[in-house]
C-alpha cells in the first residue's frame, strides 16, 4: 500500500474499527501524522509566532482530526495479529502509571527516587516498546477472528 493509498483508506475508514489493517497502512499513516504535525507546528509558528514546539491552533485542530482515524487504524492493525483492539487502553494506562511514577518521584524525598526511576524506566519501556513489537510484528496469515488475510 502506498503513502496516499493508506491515507485515504484510514480516512475513508474514519470510524471502522472492525477488520484488519496492513503493516503499511498502519505505518504510512503514522508517517503522515507525524509529517503533518510537524508542517503545521512550522505553520502556527510563522502565523501565530512562537516556538514550532508549541501546539498551535492549526496542529490542534488537525490532531483532533486525526484522533479517531488513528485509533481506528490501530484497532485494524491489532486485529491483523489477532489481538483485541482493547489493547490500546492498556498501553494508556502503562504509560500513565509510569508518568505517576515519575511525578511521584518528583514529589518525594530522595530516599525512594531510585525505586520509582526504576519504576518509570520499566512502565515507560513497556508502554513503548510493548505496542512497537505488535504493530510491527506481521499479521497472521489466513483468516482470523477479525477477519479475512488483507493480502490475500
Known sequence: MTFTNSVS????????????ALR???????V????GS??????????????????GVLGTIFSLAIIIPTIS?????????NRSGWWQIGWVL?????????????????????VLVLVFVVLIGAGVLW?????????TEGDNK????PLA
Open 94 to 114: 502503562v504509560l500513565l502509571l509510569g508518568y505517576l511514577a515519575i511525578f511521584g518521584l518528583i514529589m518525594t524525598t530522595a530516599s525512594f527516587g531510585g
Open 38 to 55: 510537524i508542517v503545521l507546528g512550522v505553520v502556527d509558528s510563522i502565523v501565530f509566532g512562537g516556538s514550532y514546539t508549541d501546539t
Open 131 to 139: 505496542p512497537l513489537y505488535w504493530l510491527a510484528s506481521s499479521g
Open 24 to 30: 503499511s497502512e498502519y505505518w504510512w499513516f503514522q
Open 32 to 35: 503522515f501524522a507525524i509529517l
Open 73 to 81: 487504524v490501530t484497532c485494524r492493525r491489532l486485529h491483523d495479529i
Open 9 to 20: 483508506t484510514c480516512f475513508k475508514k474514519y470510524y471502522t474499527f472492525s477488520g484488519r
Open 146 to 149: 477479525y477477519g479475512p488475510d
